[in-house]
């Protein structure tokens, strides 16, 4: 095992004390082809070029001397220092930092940066970050070749954003521009870049932050989930009737429960209604894409969103035919449709669906739709009584078959 190991910030300033310290005394270096550049590395060490960290990590265990790894910005941020730390390492490491890209270009774009979402974007978890970028006013994206700014704002077609990015961050080449996302496609970015996406909700202004990747002021607004029909009046629902069929409390908690909607998920809501189930799947992280026939329920969904101060795209329309042109779901919600609804959204193979039914029978048909598609089904009789506490008699009873189902091959 090597003697020791120092992991070294580079941000394109000059090198720390320690740092040069660390790199003269170095008998190897490992780094990216700019780093092994640097004249601060000594010519007589052994020089890796970092490709796999994890190989990079065997030849570095193996190594007797001091070795130095050299990665940009704060390699604990997102860095290499956890793949060095790794069990199958089992490297000390001592860490010299710089400024991080993320730091960086929030410097540059002159922003506060507490309250901010960040994510890291390769080819395979791209759909996850632009789904956090839905999702949250403020999200970081470290993007990586495949998954950079115009990737980002394809996917993001139809969610106005604007986006700052930052290439090639403390070099002679740094660039900063300011977009808006239906832009950004136009032109041709380089690596790496770091790109700030900013949307989706009013600028926090409160101050006494206490918790990083929130608001300010979190925790906000009414505590608690599966709230009572009167928490979404204000946002134009009137009547009981006007939240739809199907949305009271505690169906809907048990929904929410069935679908775990969580941070990089994106929620269809189908038949939104008064947009209660839109919200509240938002409220916990998720990106949310609710759909309704009626233009009174998008217009109530879209003031919901705003009471609640979270992000849901409304699309007016008529399932099935409007779904064929909406992003990958991962979780869905079916307010009603029927057996079509149920079988056009199964096609786009969610990992979870939950639906409802008045009847055994049509209980019957939407569970076998499922099933004939791939999900494991499970259904519940859901019956609650609201009392009146004053005189502790009953006010009003809902029956309700709850279906759900999981994809198959992802059932336990």
Same mark, same amino acid.
């Given at each position: ?75 604990? +941020? ?27 270009? +929030?410097a540059r774009a002159g922003m506060p940066w507490d309250d901010a979402q960040i994510v890291v974007a390769h080819p395979r978890t791209l759909r996850r970050a632009v ?26 077609? #139809? ?140 217009? *109530? ?31 869905? *919600? ?32 939407? #569970?076998g739709a499922l099933a004939a598609n791939g999900y494991r089904v499970d259904c519940a009789l859901l019956q609650t009584v609201e009392l009146d506490t004053s005189a ?21």
């Amino acid at each position: 095992m090597a003697d020791r190991v120092t992991v070294i910030g580079w941000d394109g300033s000059p090198l720390s004390r320690a740092a040069n310290a660390a790199l003269s005394a170095a008998t190897l270096v490992a780094g990216a082809a700019h780093h092994l550049a640097l004249p601060e590395v000594p010519e007589r060490a052994e020089r890796i070029r970092l490709g796999s960290v994890d190989l990079a990590g065997r030849r570095i265990a193996a190594h007797r001397g001091s070795a130095v790894v050299l990665a940009d910005g704060d390699p604990g +941020f997102f860095g290499v220092v956890r793949t060095l730390r790794a069990p199958e390492h089992g490297l000390e490491v001592e860490v010299v930092p710089a400024v991080s890209p993320v730091a960086a270009a +929030f410097a540059r774009a002159g922003m506060p940066w507490d309250d901010a979402q960040i994510v890291v974007a390769h080819p395979r978890t791209l759909r996850r970050a632009v789904n956090v970028c839905r999702a949250h006013h403020k999200v970081a994206v470290l993007t990586s070749p495949g998954a950079g700014p115009a990737e980002l704002a394809l996917l993001l077609d #139809g969610v106005h954003r604007t986006f700052v990015i930052c290439e090639e961050l403390g070099t002679d080449r740094e660039q900063v521009t300011v977009l808006t996302s239906d832009r950004v496609a136009d032109h041709s970015w380089r690596d790496p870049n770091v790109v700030i996406v900013i949307g989706g909700g009013p600028e926090t202004t409160a101050t006494g932050a206490w918790i990083a990747g929130r608001d300010p002021a979190y925790p906000r607004g009414v505590r608690g989930w599966a709230l009572p029909a009167d928490a979404y009046r204000d946002g134009g629902a009137d009547t009981v009737g006007e939240t739809g069929e199907g949305e009271f409390p505690g169906l809907r908690a048990a929904q929410l429960a069935r679908l775990g909607p969580r941070t990089g998920d994106l929620v269809w809501d189908i038949g939104s209604g008064s947009g209660a189930l839109a919200v509240e799947a938002a409220r916990f992280g998720a990106a949310v894409l609710a759909v309704d026939s009626d233009p009174e329920a998008c217009a *109530r969904t879209t003031a919901a969103a705003r009471t609640f101060g979270v992000p849901v795209q409304v699309v007016q329309g008529r399932a099935p035919h409007v779904l064929e042109r909406l992003p990958e779901p991962d979780v869905v *919600r079916i307010g009603g449709g029927g057996v079509p609804v149920v079988t056009a959204v199964a096609d786009r193979r969610p990992e979870r669906i939950v639906t409802h039914a008045s009847t055994r029978d049509e209980a019957e048909a939407l #569970g076998g739709a499922l099933a004939a598609n791939g999900y494991r089904v499970d259904c519940a009789l859901l019956q609650t009584v609201e009392l009146d506490t004053s005189a502790w008699s009953e006010r009003e009873r809902s029956v309700v078959f709850l279906l759900s189902g999981v994809r198959s091959d992802l059932a336990p």
